[in-house]
């Protein structure tokens, strides 16, 4: 038990000595961030039909007819049939306090994902004539996102090993290898851009109606990373 007990103090001791005469590793730690800018080639756009009345089974059949109509515009339309989806859909009453009865409110969205962005004029007005009374939503994105945020990967790692080389370049040491990678990138979709009427007083009436201002969008990656210092 003696021998155990001594054993088992000579290890503690030894492991504590190597503790105690191990070096810190010099190392630099920095922060770096990638951007692409990039021009998004499609839209996905939910809209609603939305109708009201006093009876409910009226207002769900007014409402019908008018998604058939739409439903018939998406189908003759340049979109694929997996292009288009209903999302929702709703029959609820609402009580007006003043006449003392209740009404009701029929409502179907749809989300439509637009491939060809010059399209997007036509198709609109073609569905609005078809009934649609309410566009909830724009949002333009990029098909190829995922190849981009690779390049705000590697772009976001250039920027962390040159601020490193800014650090110590008045420094007798050079930047290593890396010791840590980390991600920071919060993933997200970019922020809807709405449609916007672009007018002229000497427009053309016969020239194509030009209602999107498409913009671009910014694809982010952000890492912390620790280099060895030589």
Known sequence: MKNLIVALSLLITVATQAQQEQKPIPQINVTGEGKVMVAPDEAF?????????????????????????????????????DDYQTQRIALNPTYDYEKKKYNYNAIQTIQITLRDLSYYDALIENLIDAGVNRITNVDFRSSKIEQHR???????????????????????????????????????????VYAMARMTENADAAAPRETLAIGQITVTANVNVSFFLN
């Open 45 to 81: 756009i939910t809209l609603s039909i939305e109708t009201k009345g006093n009876k409910a089974a009226d207002v769900k059949k007014q409402n019908d007819a008018i998604v058939e109509k739409v439903v018939k515009v998406l189908r003759n339309s340049k979109l694929s049939k």
């Open 150 to 192: 690779s390049t705000a990967r590697k772009n976001a790692m250039l920027d962390a090993k040159q601020k490193a080389d800014d650090y110590v370049s008045v420094l007798s040491q050079k930047v290593g290898g890396a010791l840590m990678i980390s991600d920071n990138t919060q993933v997200h979709y970019p922020q809807p």
